[in-house]
């Protein structure tokens, strides 16, 4: 393992220079949520010395699969293309224990850079914002038109063309890097399709909407990088994230027509050609290149790379050593430079606002004085929401500083002040109802806070997990658990709408996002707010119907509390709820639960709900209409039998029936009824 000491005084890399493979690194440049970028040396017989830029994935991450083979794609994928203005790849492989890409370290800047050195009075001269964006077209009309080692078409789209991107070298020429999301014909989605990928404010109508990409969506985005430098300020800006999609979606231009007095009509007909919304409508990258250049050679604008190179030394951009970066505060948007880090692939840049620090590290102090740790955020969060750690009762360090109240943590405010993240014990001695869990008898306790339209927490718990579910006049509305897998995050990986390293990277941004995932995630580009919409009502109802197939436990239910964890709509109706329990329930639960009841009579619930309320199939409305109080339970289920017909949906009928209010069972009045007998 790579082991890279650094002076507390000076940031740079311990007198030892440690060595990897056959390069001696000389210091960090970059680090990012998931990979970490040195800068080192390779030397060699007769005086021969080469610097360059080392990538690896940081050691927490190394061991998973997904990350590694997107690390693995990258490094293949940028190895294909060989052109002035795309950074180089030298190699790559295992070096020691760790994979490691080798590439090109660009002695200069970056757009992102450039873009907030430019005084607001004074944005980026016209020449050199062309400039720019034809040596970026020229990168990208190589790599649309690229080929694999057979011949073969790569279909390459970048998806990722954002100002951080653009490396800008001290002597004023620019260098596309990051293929950590490209994709080619020949390479394995990462992404399921209609997925969204890329940088918030950086994407394409068609990226934004998931639809299929071409090599137009990357004109787009250096189309609105090229605006940004004209007008000096982003082109996609609202007060939230899923403003910035929408004015994306619309292609909104209103910022730009606000500005249009600054550009020139004819290089202002040059972005409005790369900004149509239909993707058909846009020129391909080679005739953007050659479009920035016709404009260039009409105004005599010959000198792009010496005014370029000329502009970054005025700003103060190259000069001098440029120390590792930490930047706390930087922008919540201009963190996603990519799934693998927020580069520092190359040289001498600093990356300006997509600097991020290290991974901060937490320690839990137990009550019984124990440490558990050293752990990422991620992980405190996960343990604090399933109720591994206490927060009323522990303490927690950042940074390897003073154990303190998790409440004193701004970033973990959310989850130790929120009733809806808490497990406390004691909530239960207020419970109204309470009773015994056993295969198939939470439908009727389900139903009878439904059909009472109630307010309060329903609890289950077994020995080792725990589950609440909020209701609001009946309506399952937050449903919390200790299970890891029910986690937001873990629903999104095991139905593969994301990865978990996007998981990871959207966790590692909660505190700017307010502690929410979804929020997070969307920001990132990662999901659509419809897709997160959709995602989180597929994981409610997840969670509520892996309720129902508790075999074993307690429940008890709070009138009146409240989860105050802030929710939308998930449409879930809780009759179609109950059905599908009822669908959903094995069998033998079934027969089990209502083989004692098979010598009573049933009958129809006059003052029980509509059957029309569960949207039942056919034959279950038949069934439940045929109850006439004539017949026991077993004798229905012989005279079905007799007739031929399968019986299973039979007993999800009765059993549905009798814990919903739609039929019940004659009893004694010593006797309490199915139903009651669980709900009481």
């Not at 393992?1 to 650094?6: A, H, K, L, N």
């Not at 937490?362 to 955020?377: C, F, N």
Request: glycine share 8%.
């Amino acid at each position: 393992m790579m082991r890279v000491g650094r002076s507390q005084t000076e940031g740079c890399v311990s007198e030892e220079r440690p060595l990897l493979g056959p390069y001696r690194i000389e210091r960090r440049l970059a680090a990012g949520g998931m990979a970490e970028v040195f800068v080192a040396r390779r030397e060699g017989l007769h005086g021969f010395s080469k610097r360059v830029a080392l990538k690896r994935i940081l050691p927490q991450f190394a061991s998973d699969p997904d990350f590694v083979g997107m690390f693995i794609d990258e490094a293949r994928l940028a190895a294909l293309l060989e052109h002035p203005n795309i950074v180089q790849v030298f190699d790559f492989g295992t070096m020691g224990d760790e994979l490691v890409l080798v590439m090109e370290l660009v002695d200069g800047s970056n757009v992102s850079r450039l873009l907030r050195a430019a005084p607001p009075d004074a944005p980026i001269p016209w020449d050199v914002a062309l400039h720019v964006a034809y040596q970026t077209a020229q990168a990208l009309d190589y790599a649309h038109h690229a080929s694999d080692d057979q011949g073969e078409p790569l279909e390459f789209v970048h998806r990722d063309v954002s100002p951080a991107n653009l490396l800008l070298t001290r002597t004023g020429h620019v260098k596309l890097t990051d293929f950590g999301i490209a994709t080619v014909r020949s390479r394995a989605p990462t992404t399921e399709d209609g997925q969204v990928r890329g940088k918030l404010g950086y994407m394409s109508p068609e990226q934004v909407l998931g639809k299929e990409l071409t090599g137009k969506s990357d004109v787009f985005t250096l189309s609105t990088v090229l605006a940004e430098m004209l007008i000096g300020e982003p082109l996609f800006q609202g007060e939230s994230e899923l403003n910035v999609l929408l004015q994306i979606r619309d292609a909104d231009l209103r910022v730009l027509a606000r500005c249009e007095r600054r550009i020139p009509q004819d290089i202002r007909a040059v972005v409005l050609r790369g900004l149509q919304r239909d993707p058909k409508e846009r020129p391909t990258a080679g005739a953007l290149a050659e479009a920035c250049a016709e404009v260039m050679r009409r105004r005599g604008m010959g000198h792009g790379p010496d005014r370029l190179g000329r502009l970054l030394s005025k700003l103060n951009l190259v000069d001098g050593d440029v120390p590792e970066i930490h930047l706390p505060d930087a922008d919540v948007a201009s963190l996603v430079d990519s799934d693998l880090m927020h580069h520092a692939e190359a040289g001498q840049q600093v990356i300006g606002p997509q600097a991020v620090t290290s991974p901060t590290i937490y320690r839990v102090q137990l009550p019984d004085g124990s440490v558990m740790g050293p752990m990422s955020y991620p992980r405190l969060i996960q343990l604090l929401t399933t109720g591994v750690i206490d927060s009323r009762s522990s303490r927690i360090s950042k940074a390897d500083g003073t154990y303190l109240d998790p409440s004193k943590l701004p970033e973990l405010t959310r989850f130790v002040t929120s009733p809806g993240l808490q497990w406390k014990l004691e909530e239960l001695a207020q419970a109204e109802k309470q009773g015994q869990l056993r295969a198939a008898t939470l439908l009727p306790v389900f139903y009878d806070i439904v059909a009472r339209r109630q307010t309060g927490v329903l609890h289950l718990w077994q020995r080792h997990r725990r589950k609440k579910i909020y209701f609001v006049d009946g309506r399952p509305e937050f449903v919390a658990s200790t299970d890891k897998s029910e986690l937001l995050g873990e629903h999104l990986v095991a139905t593969g709408q994301c990865l978990r390293m996007e998981v990871e990277m959207a966790l590692a941004l909660l505190p700017k996002y307010g502690g929410r995932l979804g929020d997070a995630l969307v920001g990132l580009g990662i999901l659509r707010p419809v897709e997160l919409f959709r995602a989180i009502g597929e994981q409610v109802r997840g969670r509520l119907m892996e309720a129902f197939r508790w075999r074993r436990g307690e429940w008890a239910f709070v009138r009146g509390a409240r989860s105050h964890e802030e929710t939308f709509p998930m449409g879930l109706d809780p009759y179609e709820l109950l059905r599908d329990a009822a669908r959903e329930a094995h069998l033998e639960e079934i027969e089990s639960v209502l083989e004692p009841l098979r010598e009573r009579v049933v009958e129809r619930c006059e003052d029980g709900p509509a059957l029309a309320t569960f949207r039942l199939d056919p034959r279950w409305i038949q069934l439940l209409d045929g109850v006439s109080g004539d017949a026991t339970l077993g004798g229905l289920l012989a005279r079905e039998s007799a007739s031929g017909a399968d019986l299973e949906p039979v007993y999800r009928a009765l059993y549905l029936g009798l814990a919903c209010g739609l039929v019940r069972t004659k009893v004694s009045p010593s006797e309490m009824p199915f139903r009651e007998s669980f709900s009481a």
